[in-house]
Nanobody, 126 residues
Framework: VQLQASGGGLAQAGGSLTLSCTTS????????VGWLRQAPGKEREFVAA????????LYADSVKDRFTISRDVAKNTVYLQMNSLKPEDTAVYYCAADTLRGTYFASSQAGDYNYWGQGTEVTVSS
């Protein structure tokens, strides 16, 4: 499985960005996909995750009610709509796939993801 993240850039506090993660390389996309981020000098942290079915998305408390994860199975793409951005959202954002736990699973644990994209950088200015 290959994952390509895009859509990062510079935004002002209170602004919005939409990240995209396009997956390829496997006959079907029936696996969970997550977004995780890593700020300079900090450990990688979970942001959001979605099952193949799109049901019951998971969010970190820090982004709940501001970020929305969605999935277009036909386009093999997962989106992360980020609203009301804060300077503390500044990080490199990675999308990752969990192909081991099956269709009806989405994980908040970085260790559960076995395929990773290259990351896209988000910078939020105050």
């Amino acid at each position: 499985v290959q994952l390509q993240a895009s859509g990062g850039g510079l935004a002002q506090a209170g602004g919005s960005l939409t990240l995209s993660c396009t997956t390829s390389g496997r006959g079907s996309s029936n696996y969970g996909v997550g977004w995780l981020r890593q700020a300079p000098g900090k450990e990688r942290e979970f942001v959001a995750a979605i099952k193949w079915s799109g049901e019951d998305p998971l969010y970190a408390d820090s982004v709940k009610d501001r970020f929305t994860i969605s999935r277009d199975v036909a386009k093999n793409t997962v989106y992360l709509q980020m609203n009301s951005l804060k300077p503390e959202d500044t990080a490199v954002y990675y999308c990752a796939a969990d192909t081991l736990r099956g269709t009806y699973f989405a994980s908040s644990q970085a260790g559960d993801y076995n395929y990773w994209g290259q990351g896209t950088e988000v910078t939020v200015s105050s």
